[in-house]
């Protein structure tokens, strides 16, 4: 399946200089939002596709800053000429969300009102909140209305809510690896990693930046706990089972089991790039999330007034989002007699599966984009 | 089902002045075992039964320690007169294993070579070497042959153990909620929690005892995702759901939702009361369990000596020590042609479900004690 690429490929921070209002009544009085595009938007106007973002993701989408550059974009293998998301047919936009830290306006962008950094002062943003903020780039743009609105996971829930709160914009919504709302278990897990940064003696209230410190603890122990979580247990023993890292036992607390050495390394890759104010915003996002909840907490009826025709996938292995949750969004799209199409996908990845070369998964995509694309002609 | 209780009971510590030499190569040139016994031994020494605790357990099983005391022992409500282990009929030891933080010798005892704690530099001990202690407890109190071993969690995993290492001192093992081994999965959740507490900087290489710290940060996250993992996702789910802690969103990183408020409450009351070096020693005993490893991995062999009959119960929505676990050790025992009771409870408490007054469970605990008793008659 994995054709061509993009190739090489340059942000643009696109500024915002009209107030927006948040969901907690705060105001951002300017914002930025840094993205990223592909192909060719048509005169019509009628083939962009938004791709919404997960917890650690941003707008570098596919293809490469440089030649230099070692790794794709992070959804490469589904985005590009050819491929599912097909460039050559589809203008693609990805972006950093509000509250990033990857150039969007967030903790580590200066707060006009201050002069300084926002920090911990950045507004806790939603769902809602980055979606509205997405309509403005959207008008920007000058895209009325999407072909499609593409995301996993925290992603996937930004889809669901932008054809809740802006029915006549999407005309398709791929959620994928994605639930209506967490599950008690699901804020647990956020808690403990908010409470490992926050803990953090090296977090200063949210400041550290000013205190040139980084709570790089806090953070690689909700990376790694939140790794657990993304992964199968059956993939995990398949790939590490109980396999030493050094010969024997060493009775010590140093790397004993390769599922040890391969755990600790993550959590250091991504203490070492990853903001951790943006990360306590992020999973306070997914915890508000529950658009039924303005609804009397009836998802039905939150998807009343929905026009857009829905793809919805899930993961047999995925124990953190699990087809459960998915087949209640699509039970709810059914009894509110809106056309869904599902798949769950027989994998051994758990939640990481989304962002995988899964054959019969990237089939299914890449068979939905078509219907996608003959819906843009029309 | 809930009878007497054993009442006001007071602890015992037993002084062992042998060396004991462990499994990683160093020598406890003298230990303490601190103990409790309920019931009386019979002339024909015919009817102990050994308690083995788990991650955070003790000696103190069953009864009071005053009339003051809120709580009872940790497994009250099947050890007394009339309950499960009936104390009626049975010796029923309880013991703090080496390496523990309640009186036996471990991180909080004096080592006799410095006549400073132990600290850090208590050696870190298997399951093998609690189980090789046991037997010189058992030595102490002349009993030749327990007439049951019991544990759940990594108290199976000793039951386990004195089954294969001293086939003839036990005529029955009750290896509730546990597993042969543990998988990618439950090892990875103990390197974050000890990772946890590693990093934090008032573990001080693990002797904060001497700088009068202590790492409460780093135990109070081990213990809130350690306590995720033992409850069941549907049970949070009944308990918990999304219920807000007080009206509406808070937008900030203060408790939220009810499950938070609940773990952070779990978290800090366990690190007021647990040490950090115990916790770190008990989750690299349960890594390095695997007692089929000697036998070449294959736990049907490891079994061929084995002479007690086996009782194995596993909790339907136990994800940490899942049936499938249980299964794994009745399929070899099977093999093995030894014989095997096995329970599979449904209930909603996951891993936790072993500490817990369920019916079906109590009742099955029950009938097989009976059947113990019955062959310590014979």
Same mark, same amino acid.
């Given at each position: 399946m994995r054709k061509g690429s993009v190739g090489i490929v340059a942000p643009e921070k696109i500024p915002f200089e009209t107030p927006l209002v948040l969901e907690n009544g705060q105001t951002l009085p300017r914002f930025d939002l840094m993205i990223e595009t592909y192909g060719t938007l048509n005169a019509e106007k009628s083939n962009a596709v938004l791709i919404c973002h997960a917890l650690?993701? !941003?707008?570098?989408?596919? *293809?490469?800053?440089?030649?230099?550059?070692k790794h794709p974009g992070w959804w490469d293998n589904m985005v590009g000429p050819g491929k599912p998301i097909d460039t050559d047919r589809f203008f693609v936009v990805g972006l950093n969300n509000l %509250? %990033?830290? !990857? *150039?969007? #306006? *967030?903790?580590? #962008?200066?707060?006009p009102e201050t002069g300084k950094d926002y920090g911990a002062d950045f507004p806790v943003v939603t769902v809602k909140d980055w979606v509205k903020s997405q309509t403005m780039l959207a008008d920007h743009l000058g895209i009325r209305k999407w072909a499609a609105v593409v995301g996993g996971s925290l992603g996937g829930m930004q889809a669901l809510q932008w054809t809740i709160d802006y029915p006549d914009r999407v005309a398709h919504a791929l959620v994928i690896a994605s639930a209506p709302k967490l599950s008690a278990q699901n804020i647990a897990f956020n808690d403990v990693a908010r409470q490992a940064i926050l803990t953090d003696p090296d977090f200063s209230d949210g400041h550290y930046a000013q205190e040139s410190k980084i709570p790089t603890r806090g953070l690689r122990i909700a990376r790694m706990m939140g790794h657990i979580t993304y992964l199968a247990e059956d993939g995990l023993g398949e790939k590490f089972g109980r396999d030493l890292h050094s010969d024997g036992y060493q009775y010590g607390y140093g790397v004993e089991f390769e599922i040890e050495s391969y755990l600790r390394y993550q959590g250091d890759k991504f203490a070492g790039r990853f903001d951790a104010n943006t990360y306590l915003l992020m999973t306070k996002a997914l915890d508000y999330f529950d658009p039924a909840a303005e609804y009397g907490h009836n998802l039905q009826k939150a998807l009343k007034d929905v026009q857009a025709k829905f793809f919805v996938a899930s993961f047999? #292995?995925?124990?953190?989002?699990s087809p459960e949750r998915s087949k209640e969004l699509v039970r709810a799209l059914i009894a509110a007699r809106k056309p869904v199409q599902y798949i769950e996908v027989q994998s051994?990845? *758990?939640?990481?599966a989304f962002l995988m070369e899964d054959e019969a998964y990237i089939r299914a995509v890449a068979a939905y984009m078509n219907n996608v694309y003959k819906d843009a002609q029309a």
């Amino acid at each position: 399946m994995r054709k061509g690429s993009v190739g090489i490929v340059a942000p643009e921070k696109i500024p915002f200089e009209t107030p927006l209002v948040l969901e907690n009544g705060q105001t951002l009085p300017r914002f930025d939002l840094m993205i990223e595009t592909y192909g060719t938007l048509n005169a019509e106007k009628s083939n962009a596709v938004l791709i919404c973002h997960a917890l650690s993701g !941003h707008h570098h989408v596919a *293809g490469y800053h440089s030649a230099q550059e070692k790794h794709p974009g992070w959804w490469d293998n589904m985005v590009g000429p050819g491929k599912p998301i097909d460039t050559d047919r589809f203008f693609v936009v990805g972006l950093n969300n509000l %509250g %990033g830290c !990857h *150039g969007s #306006t *967030g903790p580590l #962008t200066q707060n006009p009102e201050t002069g300084k950094d926002y920090g911990a002062d950045f507004p806790v943003v939603t769902v809602k909140d980055w979606v509205k903020s997405q309509t403005m780039l959207a008008d920007h743009l000058g895209i009325r209305k999407w072909a499609a609105v593409v995301g996993g996971s925290l992603g996937g829930m930004q889809a669901l809510q932008w054809t809740i709160d802006y029915p006549d914009r999407v005309a398709h919504a791929l959620v994928i690896a994605s639930a209506p709302k967490l599950s008690a278990q699901n804020i647990a897990f956020n808690d403990v990693a908010r409470q490992a940064i926050l803990t953090d003696p090296d977090f200063s209230d949210g400041h550290y930046a000013q205190e040139s410190k980084i709570p790089t603890r806090g953070l690689r122990i909700a990376r790694m706990m939140g790794h657990i979580t993304y992964l199968a247990e059956d993939g995990l023993g398949e790939k590490f089972g109980r396999d030493l890292h050094s010969d024997g036992y060493q009775y010590g607390y140093g790397v004993e089991f390769e599922i040890e050495s391969y755990l600790r390394y993550q959590g250091d890759k991504f203490a070492g790039r990853f903001d951790a104010n943006t990360y306590l915003l992020m999973t306070k996002a997914l915890d508000y999330f529950d658009p039924a909840a303005e609804y009397g907490h009836n998802l039905q009826k939150a998807l009343k007034d929905v026009q857009a025709k829905f793809f919805v996938a899930s993961f047999s #292995t995925d124990w953190r989002f699990s087809p459960e949750r998915s087949k209640e969004l699509v039970r709810a799209l059914i009894a509110a007699r809106k056309p869904v199409q599902y798949i769950e996908v027989q994998s051994d990845h *758990g939640h990481d599966a989304f962002l995988m070369e899964d054959e019969a998964y990237i089939r299914a995509v890449a068979a939905y984009m078509n219907n996608v694309y003959k819906d843009a002609q029309a």
